[in-house]
């Protein structure tokens, strides 16, 4: 019976580990946008101001919050979003692409019409 509750804590543990690997404040060092080109420019001006902050248990707040979960396998961050400063956004379910090297931490959104993608990149405050 005790290797099946072991067992249990093995196939969760997966779930927690994933959701606390971007847990802490994150400074915003660039907001840039790629092109259909494949250009990437200032997408708001050269000193973007911004923070995001994920806990453990879930919850994210930036210029919109809600809930998260992180799937490492395939790369994605999803944002429940409950509320955001573009209105459009209440409400939703995004999923973005990210990369996490060391200390930074970068996500694409889906492409806008125009066909360029916004991407933030975010360096690990202390």
Not at 88 to 96: F, I, L, P, V
Request: hydrophobic share 35%; aromatic share 12%; proline share 7%.
């Amino acid at each position: 019976m005790s290797l099946f509750f072991l067992g249990l804590a093995f196939m969760t543990m997966p779930v927690f580990s994933q959701s606390t690997l971007l847990v802490g404040s994150w400074r915003l060092t660039a907001a840039d946008k790629i092109l259909p080109d494949g250009s990437q420019v200032a997408d708001y001006g050269t000193a973007p101001r911004g923070i995001a902050v994920f806990t453990g248990d879930g919850h994210y707040a930036s210029c919109h919050f809600g809930t998260y979960t992180v799937d490492v396998a395939k790369g994605t961050i999803t944002f429940h979003t409950e509320h955001a400063s573009y209105p459009n956004w209440d409400e939703t379910t995004r999923t973005s692409g990210f990369t996490l090297d060391g200390d930074q931490l970068t996500w694409r959104v889906p492409p806008r019409p125009d066909g360029s993608i916004p991407v933030s990149v975010f360096t690990r405050m202390p």
